[in-house]
């Protein structure tokens, strides 16, 4: 995103908003949450990532919840109950939809769908090789 | 002064108390802008009228409100970023009284 005074509300045009990559407008999970960073007293708080995952919408929920929900990423879950964070510096626009300058294939935000596709819809009939095509 | 960062979304409906201790409003939404390549926050928005706005529901939540015969009194109050503490986030501080917020909307 260019300079020049563009104003955001972060609340509402980023948070809970569908993230998507910029090639195929894949999309990539939810923005569940967004690290401010504040600095010096003479320099603005600056908005520094944005975050995604179970973790980060338990927090929101209750911060007690956001352990239990990590362990339970970390034995039972795909992403092993990390929080998926994307530098602001990859956002490219804010739409409906947040595109990032991201390959959501090659992003952990897809694990979910790698793993279906490895272990369930491989073996379905007629589904074919989803990986390999 | 040593960086610190926090989740914004854990800000949002936090009560926020003046200077002087007095309540000045929940913080509802929070804009930003471009600046020197980077994104910067430049005020928060308390009151009624900035969740109003950021439910999209301006227009509608006014008309129903006077519909039911409430007060129709959706304000939004302006805090330029450098008025707000933040050393607590879960308790935001005004560095100045609650009636210096500036109105918009």
């Not at chain 1, 569940?32 to 919408?57: H, M, T, W």
């Not at chain 2, 999209?56 to 006077?66: C, F, N």
């Amino acid at each position: 995103m260019a300079d020049g005074g563009d104003e955001m509300h972060l609340v509402r045009d980023v948070l809970d908003k569908q993230l998507v990559d910029h090639a195929g407008h894949d999309p990539m999970g939810m923005a569940d949450g967004i690290v401010i960073e504040v600095r010096d007293v003479n320099q603005p708080p600056r908005v520094i990532a944005i975050e995604s995952g179970f973790p980060v919408l338990a927090r929101r929920v209750s911060p007690k919840l956001e352990p239990i929900v990590r362990w339970l990423g970390r034995r039972l879950g795909v992403r092993r109950g990390i929080v998926y964070r994307i530098p602001w510096s990859r956002v490219r626009s804010l739409d409906v939809e947040v595109e990032l300058d991201v390959d959501a294939d090659r992003s952990p935000a897809k694990a979910w769908e790698h793993w279906l596709c490895r272990h369930v819809t491989r073996y379905i009939p007629g589904s074919g090789n989803f990986l390999e095509s | 002064m040593k960086r610190r960062r926090f989740h914004l979304e854990l800000l949002l409906g936090a009560k926020v108390i003046d200077r002087e201790g007095k309540f000045a409003g929940h913080i509802e939404e929070v804009r930003a802008e471009r600046l020197d390549g980077e994104t910067v926050v430049k005020d928060y928005l308390l009151g009624r009228g900035a969740l109003a706005q950021r439910l999209s529901i301006t227009g509608l939540s006014t008309q129903a409100i006077s519909l039911l015969g409430g007060r129709n009194n959706v304000v939004t109050h302006r805090v330029p970023w450098d008025k707000m503490d933040l050393s607590d986030p879960r308790r935001p501080r005004l560095t100045c009284r609650a009636e210096e917020m500036e109105a918009v909307g």
